[in-house]
């Protein structure tokens, strides 16, 4: 078990681009979200994967804003025609839900990837 | 989910017991107390979680009174490598949290 991973660690994207980010959780976990921080701020939900499934969204997440969990292993937060204030540390974290069989596990973060949109 | 306040800062000095106090008055009958700290570039990592009374691990202790509505982390002897922010959650059991985690309470110990 190597925690959680993200790919990359830092982004910078001129203004108008589409990004991707890349987040491997740790491979038991059936949970998976997304989560953006900015500067002084705590982390805010993006979005959360039950398996394959996008369960829920924030309305946080604007159009230009898609993820996916194909097969429910990885996931993708995509980000297109980028604005200057999507510039933020994007949080990836795993969760287990062990659905009245196994205890539920707290959130396991990655380390984020770092997007400056200039 | 229920709302939470902590202080927005605190110092310690090395070696003392530090508590963080956390209010979460409208906390749910199945809600859990969960708490996560977080170093400058790094993601959030969990500490503790409790539902009752008091929790201890290798890292921290929990209390939870009886009404629930407010917790404490207490972190002993205090090193200069706790020098982190530390965000107090309620929800779900397990940690799921669909919210933002607030602006924390960020610790600076001094030598």
């Known amino acids: 078990d190597t925690g959680v991973s993200q790919d990359p660690r830092h982004k910078i994207t001129k203004r108008g681009q589409n990004v991707t980010f890349r987040c491997d959780p740790i491979s038991e976990h059936n949970r998976l979200y997304w989560y953006r921080q900015t500067l002084g701020q705590g982390p805010e939900f993006l979005t959360y994967?039950?398996?394959?499934?996008?369960?829920?969204k924030s309305r946080l997440l604007s159009d230009r804003f898609s993820a996916e969990r194909p097969k429910g292993s990885f996931s993708t937060l995509e980000i297109q025609r980028t604005e200057q204030g999507d510039s933020a540390m994007y949080l990836c974290a795993s969760s287990l839900d062990g659905r009245g069989r196994l205890p539920n596990s707290p959130l396991h973060f990655g380390n984020g990837t770092r997007l400056t949109v200039t | 989910l229920a709302k939470t306040t902590q202080p927005i800062s605190m110092d310690s000095y090395e070696g003392q017991e530090v508590n963080i106090t956390c209010s979460h008055n409208n906390i749910a009958t199945n809600d859990y107390i969960t708490w996560y700290q977080q170093f400058p570039s790094q993601g959030p990592r969990f500490i503790i979680q409790g539902y009752k009374t008091k929790v201890t691990n290798e890292v921290a202790s929990l209390f939870i009174p009886a009404d629930r509505k407010s917790s404490t982390l207490s972190l002993p002897r205090v090193s200069l490598s706790d020098t982190a922010v530390y965000y107090c959650?309620?929800?779900?059991?397990?940690?799921?949290?669909?919210?933002?985690f607030g602006t924390g309470t960020k610790l600076q110990v001094i030598p």
């Open positions: 994967f039950q398996n394959e499934a996008q369960l829920e």
């Open positions: 959650l309620v929800g779900e059991r397990g940690g799921y949290q669909k919210v933002t």
